[in-house]
Nanobody
Framework: QVQLVESGGGLVQAGGSLRLSCAAS????????MGWFRQAPGKEREFVSA????????YYADSVKGHFTISRDNAKNTVYLQMNSLEPEDTAVYYC?????????????????WGQGTQVTVSS
């Protein structure tokens, strides 16, 4: 069983920053890609960002390019999402995702594993 646990969410004013973390535990992974999704109230869950095992390949949704940065520390089995210049439109529950087949499963919204989510609220 694989577990993904997010942390770092909270309340921040517009223009502020937050860094989300997602720690993976459980059965050994085989070089998993990891990523983030978000779901705003009344909307469907949407892809935010993905990163491959080595960290050399990253993908971002157009809406967050230039504002969010994904990174990972494989020694800690942890992926991060640095979010800068946050806007009220970024308010959502943010979910971590992982897949040990390919990052494409994350980019296309069908990862094998999901976290429980962490709330990010941006006030105006």
């Amino acid at each position: 069983q694989v577990q993904l646990v997010e942390s770092g969410g909270g309340l921040v004013q517009a223009g502020g920053s937050l860094r989300l973390s997602c720690a993976a535990s459980g059965r050994p992974f085989s070089r998993p890609a990891m990523g983030w999704f978000r779901q705003a109230p009344g909307k469907e869950r949407e892809f935010v960002s993905a990163i491959n095992w080595s960290g050399g390949v990253t993908y971002y949704a157009d809406s967050v390019k230039g504002h969010f940065t994904i990174s990972r520390d494989n020694a800690k089995n942890t992926v991060y999402l640095q979010m800068n210049s946050l806007e009220p439109e970024d308010t959502a529950v943010y979910y971590c995702a992982a897949d040990d087949r390919s990052y494409t499963y994350i980019v296309t919204g069908t990862p094998a594993y999901w976290g429980q989510g962490t709330q990010v609220t941006v006030s105006s």
